[in-house]
């Protein structure tokens, strides 16, 4: 079975930084791609970034030059270290992962379609 766990979460004031962290069971994502969402509170649930299995990175234009992803393979765990946080940011973060290798898609990677394991989620607030 596996399992997507985040954790890293919690409050922090306009301009800090949090490091999210998702640890996965279950099966090594070594060979496919991971990525990290958010939903706003009342709103869509919509793509932060993404990290396919060669490394290539995607990020929404919200976050890019403040968000970076990252993993560690000998740990099967995917990072997500957020810089210079707004209000705007707070949302519940998600962690996901894919159950198919494929070509990396600077389009595909980012749809949550791409994705078939996610994590519980886990509250970020950015206090103004």
């Known amino acids: 079975q596996v399992q997507l766990v985040e954790s890293g979460g919690g409050l922090v004031q306009t301009g800090g930084s949090l490091r999210l962290s998702c640890a996965a069971s279950?099966?090594?994502?070594?060979?496919?791609?991971m990525a990290w969402y958010r939903q706003p509170p009342g709103m869509e649930r919509e793509f932060v970034a993404a990290?396919?299995?060669?490394?290539?990175?995607y990020y929404a234009d919200s976050v890019k030059g403040r968000f970076t992803i990252s993993r560690d393979i000998s740990k099967n765990t995917a990072y997500l270290q957020m810089d210079s946080l707004r209000p705007e940011d707070t949302a519940v973060y998600y962690c996901?992962?894919?159950?198919?290798?494929?070509?990396?898609?600077?389009?595909?990677?980012?749809?949550?379609?791409?994705?078939?394991?996610w994590g519980q989620g886990i509250q970020v607030t950015v206090s103004s």
């Open positions: 996901a992962g894919s159950g198919i290798r494929r070509p990396p898609s600077s389009w595909y990677d980012t749809q949550a379609a791409a994705y078939d394991y």
């Open positions: 990290i396919s299995w060669q490394d290539s990175t």
């Open positions: 279950g099966r090594t994502f070594s060979d496919y791609g």
